[in-house]
């Protein structure tokens, strides 16, 4: 669809719910050419209602707010009533349908988005296979009740993809995000409920806002995704001045819509952002502003998880029995002129041994290689554990087409080197940006090579090729 069919449809909404206040607008971009309008929304707004002057009272600097900069906050535009949320990470061209009550009081925002995919698999020694599937449907509403400051944000999923598949006892998992935010001023940012960790770069970007069409081999093995718990965050970001943040987060250590084997187990956040020269964008991949100065950011996330009970912490299948881990991440993304380069380093590490049995009494040394120990009997589990790096590198020329390419490199601690390969991956991908990242096409090349350490497994590399359509508001 293009853009003018979505403003015509825009448009019509607008009509049709008169005389409530409905948006469906550009991003606002502030710089320091119009620091006045930066101020006034933010620290001397002059609004007809009670709420927007309760939010008004907060000293802030000034500041760029820029598409997607949700670690800025919330920013009321007085012009029309736009917000933008703190701790829920997401890129948006525009701010969706919103609706705001006569009196002020109340806002509610909807979004949708949908990524269609059609990919060919080269499997090495399986069949070949055609694969179409819609990967990302997802439905979005957020917005205050009552006072600007305290607000809410729902995401609901409901591709297969995004639901998994049912167990007995579970309940039918399309929450993704269900959170209550408190914001007493703009620099702080207080959250209860389930959402992102403060982890990876690639993992706090929306997957709308990708380069290529999914995240890397290592943001799917390392990351500590979702989870439920409480959130403070310390925001300090200007346009062209140092700035950095400081992101926290204690929650269950289980996982999105957890109800199973409950324990007083709890997992630790922590997340540190410098940016020397400024805001950057750094919610979405790619240097899609086209910033006229050089812009970097460093961040580096620790996070302990007690007693976890599945495979990777707040991912995957279950273990037999509980383990302690830690993950480091450090992220580095550098931005200017339509290039931008991005790296990222993941690991995992476990207190005790990786590996969990069914009989952990019958564990015993494996023949595959000296000092391996293995079950015995009976089934078992692993922590996966090693780390990894990621180089992606890209850049976007005038007409808005971006070349891409994305080298991976996996490896698994030596314990569970018998149940997991080495893995690495390597990219190539173009995008055609029609509506900035709402509205896009992608189409990707990839090969991902498996080598085993140990066993009895072939390695194996596979190829695929993929096609892609982003669409959203």
Known sequence: MKSGNLLFLFTALMLVFAPWVVHARQPLTLSSNNEASAKAATSTAEGPSSAMNSLAEADAPAAVYSPGA??????LDLLDDDIRFPTLPYYTYGSGLGITSPDSTFRM????????????NLNDGRDDTV?????????????FVGNPKFLYAIQLSFSPGDVGTLRDGDGINIIRDAMFFYRPNPRINLGFGQTKLPGNRQRLNSSGALQLTDRSINNARF???RDYGVHAYYLNEYDDAFSWNIKTAVSTGNGRNWTRNLSTDLAYTGRVEVMPF????????GDIRRNQTPKLLLSATYHL????????GQTGGSLFDTRDLTSFFFDGMFKYQGFSAMYAYMLRSVDGTAITAEFPDQMML??????????????????FAGDGHDVQLSYLFRSNYELITRYSVQ???????AVYPDRNQLSFGVTRYIWEHSLKLQGEVTRTRSDWRFGNQPDREDWYLRFQVEIGI
């Open 109 to 120: 925002n909807i979004r949708f988005r949908m990524q269609n995919r059609s990919t060919l």
């Open 223 to 225: 990351t500590i995704d």
């Open 278 to 285: 400024g805001e950057m964008g750094m919610f979405f991949e």
């Open 70 to 75: 949700d670690s800025l906050g919330i920013v």
């Open 131 to 143: 694969e179409g599937v819609v990967r990302r449907l997802r439905l979005r509403f957020d917005g």
């Open 411 to 417: 490896t698994v601690l030596r314990d569970v080197a």
């Open 305 to 312: 998880n007690q007693g976890a009970q599945r495979t990777g």
């Open 366 to 383: 494996s023949n595959l290689a000296p000092d391996l120990i293995m079950p015995a009997v009976g089934s078992y589990s692993a922590v």
